[in-house]
């Protein structure tokens, strides 16, 4: 909206077209976001659902939760919606996208409010039905835009673009999606844990868009597929990054709050939504590596133990930050910030060799 009035009000004042500039619109998407998520949560503790303790978590950690407002992702989520409607241009694909983070949100947010726990089983056949119909609006929406018609990857080690078949493209965006979803969502645990490794992922894959992906030489000179909608991608990524600040605010150690399902498993969606897009899906690795290691290596754990009497890792606790806090005494601060440099030492390191060995 903002971006369309830049267009229609600079004919008539100047000053005006700074609207039209994806820098300033970045800048206000990622500090609007931060104030009004920094603002209104607090506002929505009354009418929240409390945390009722955590079945499957270390007592101190359930009991440090028991009581504290949870489902605030449906306030910053909410948030998140409308500042992409306002500031950034919208296609059917992206208004798609925003609309199912939402809905992502939303299957969260019941559960959180729901006195009986809606189960594994029905949370995941959720995902699994967000996670296929997103691949199916990526692939058509990327098939429309490439000049022959063929979907693309780019891959670290491979100096040229390698075609990907529909149903390959279908199935590695449903399994990445799902597995996103899910790991985020194991991962939250630890106060601010999980929402400052989000906020990780998210301003890596903004900066991403904007200044490569989006920027047609950087773009060609790296042997990456240009896209002409990074800037448009970038503004919503740094949207999301800053009601994360946002909710960070009040969910640092000691937290005021929690995100819930309704939080974790929307960023956990989003940022999937902004691996696929950019083309290489390996890019979870150097947005998320701490997540899928954290929360992914319990739900193997558990999927080979139910489906397979396969026993793995029987030492190890999972989510890992509860093996860290019980085995080896790590504090919440400690398993934060050791968590968080690991992840940005993984993201500097991954994206280096991306972008220059190819």
């Known amino acids: 909206m903002l971006y369309h009035l830049g267009q229609f009000l600079q004919q008539y004042w100047g000053p005006a077209r700074l609207l039209t500039s994806y820098a300033v619109l970045i800048t206000l998407a990622l500090y609007l976001g931060f104030i009004l998520a920094y603002k209104l949560i607090p506002k929505f503790y009354n009418v929240l659902p409390h945390d009722r303790g955590r079945e499957f978590t270390l007592k101190d950690n359930a009991e440090a939760a028991k009581g504290k407002p949870t489902g605030t992702g449906v306030v910053f989520i909410s948030i998140f919606v409308v500042l992409c409607f306002l500031i950034c241009p919208m296609t ?35 995902d699994l039905i967000i996670s296929v119909v997103t691949a199916f609006i990526l692939y058509f929406s990327f098939k429309q835009l490439s000049p022959d018609g063929i979907v693309r990857f780019w891959l670290p080690f491979f100096a040229n673009e390698i075609a990907v078949n529909p149903i390959v493209y279908i199935v590695i965006c449903t399994i990445m999606l799902w597995a996103s979803i899910n790991t985020t969502n194991c991962t939250d645990g630890v106060d601010g844990l999980s929402s400052t490794l989000v906020l990780i992922a998210l301003l890596t894959l903004g900066i991403f868009f904007y200044f490569v992906l989006g920027h047609k030489d950087i773009a060609a000179y790296l042997l990456i597929q240009h896209l002409p909608s990074g800037a448009n991608w970038a503004v919503m990524l740094m949207a999301m990054a800053g009601v994360v600040m946002g909710y960070l605010w009040h969910n640092a150690f000691p937290s005021h709050c929690l995100m819930g399902d309704a939080g974790s498993r929307a960023l956990g969606y989003f940022i999937g939504v902004g691996v696929m897009v950019s083309g290489n899906p390996f890019i979870i690795l150097a947005t998320s590596s701490i997540i899928l290691i954290n929360g992914g290596m319990g739900l193997l754990k558990v999927f080979l133990l139910r489906f397979f009497k396969i026993k793995i890792f029987e030492n190890i606790r999972f989510p890992l930050h509860d093996h860290m806090r019980k085995n080896r005494g790590w504090s919440p601060t400690q398993v934060l910030l050791k968590f968080m440099i690991l992840q940005l030492l993984i993201t500097c390191t991954i994206m280096g060799v991306f972008l220059k060995v190819r």
């Open 92 to 126: 059917w694909t992206r208004a798609s996208i925003v609309l199912l983070t939402w809905i992502t949100m939303l299957t969260g947010y019941l559960d959180d409010r729901s006195t009986d726990s809606w189960g594994e089983y029905l949370k995941g056949a959720l």
